[in-house]
């Protein structure tokens, strides 16, 4: 039995359903990419918000090493969640797309773990605010050169203008000083970053 030919608008249908799949698969998940640094960025840099607040008095009994270990163990599990989005994608690809993506994956882990040693051995010789800007600064810093750096790898504009605006708010944010940064990374880059994920999602 011959199938029935398909209409003009049913074949274009199916075409836009395709490319909406292969961008996906080359580009990746925006949940998994964007939305759990959102979350951890809100969370931790929330937590150290409250602790430094706007004028040098908390606004909440946390301590700043409290804060910094919610920052870091929320950093930690969004980077696990993005490293997996980014080898789910890599599966898809082959030959020198799939070697610029494991690569790229250990430029995460070398970055952040460059940072956490750099901040571990200078923050103690500074004072204490000075230190949690040194740890959110930092992370933010790396974050925000890999994305870059990932948007031009595989010509992901938005992936590289998200890494150009945790670029600005991280630098506006140490120049005002530690609860600044606190509050605009959780606030702008937080809820930014969950907010572009979904947004890119619907767009796919």
């Known amino acids: 039995m011959v199938d029935e030919e398909r209409s003009p608008e ?14 996906k698969r080359l580009y990746g998940d925006p ?19 409250l602790h430094y607040g706007l004028y040098g008095q908390s606004y909440a009994p946390i301590t700043q090493m409290q804060a910094v270990a919610v920052l870091m163990g929320a950093q930690l599990v969004a980077g696990a969640v993005a490293a997996y989005g980014i080898v789910r994608m890599n599966m898809l690809v082959r030959g020198d ?20 040693v750099i901040a571990a051995r200078m923050g103690p010789l500074l004072p204490d605010h000075e230190s949690g800007l040194l740890w959110g600064g930092s992370a933010l810093m790396v974050v925000a050169v890999l994305y870059m750096a ?3 790898v595989w010509l992901n504009w938005p992936m590289f203008f ?21 509050l605009l990374a959780a606030v702008l880059l937080g809820g930014g970053f969950m907010v572009a994920g979904l947004w890119l999602r619907r767009c796919l």
């Open 97 to 116: 797309s799939a070697a610029r993506g494991m690569m790229y994956g250990y430029a995460w882990f070398a970055g952040m773990l460059l940072m956490s």
């Open 162 to 182: 998200v890494g150009a605006w945790t670029a600005g708010v991280d630098a506006l944010g140490v120049l005002l000083g530690a609860g600044w940064h606190a």
């Open 150 to 152: 990932g948007g031009a």
């Open 31 to 49: 949940l998994l990419l964007y939305v759990p640094w959102g979350a951890a960025w809100l969370l931790g840099f929330g937590a150290l918000f």
């Open 10 to 23: 049913e074949t274009l249908r199916i075409i836009d359903e395709q490319s909406v799949a292969t961008v």
